[in-house]
Nanobody, 122 residues
């Protein structure tokens, strides 16, 4: 699997952006978006169990961000609304590359990563 993110940019607080993650290769059972804020580690903000489209969100983005997929296009999305300055960072798409997952994304091993796309909120 190879992942390529796009859709980042600069936006004012309160605005919206939609990130795209185009995947090639075999589909993964679980995919996620991670964010790395300046000077901080990478943190998972949203995940999607692609088999049943069950989504999970970090508290910091719950109610503002929506993760979704288009299976026909093999693309993962992250719709980001009501953006805040603290949402600034590099956003990475990741795919589970381990064994079968039967109970959602619990225990997912995110071994495949995209190159990231920058989001800046001022």
């Amino acid at each position: 699997v190879q992942l390529v993110e796009s859709g980042g940019g600069a936006v004012q607080a309160g605005g919206s952006l939609r990130l795209h993650c185009a995947a090639s290769g075999l589909p993964s059972a679980c995919m996620a978006w991670f964010r790395q804020a300046p000077g901080k580690g990478r943190a998972k903000i949203a995940s999607l169990y692609t088999i049943s489209s069950i989504a999970d969100y970090a508290d910091s983005v719950k109610g503002r961000f929506t993760i979704s997929q288009d299976k026909a296009k093999n693309t993962l999305y992250l719709q980001m609304d009501k953006l805040k300055p603290e949402d600034t960072g590099m956003y990475y798409c990741a795919a589970h590359s381990g064994g079968p997952l039967w109970l959602g994304c619990a225990g997912a091993d995110f071994g495949v990563w995209g190159q990231g796309t920058q989001v800046t909120v001022s």
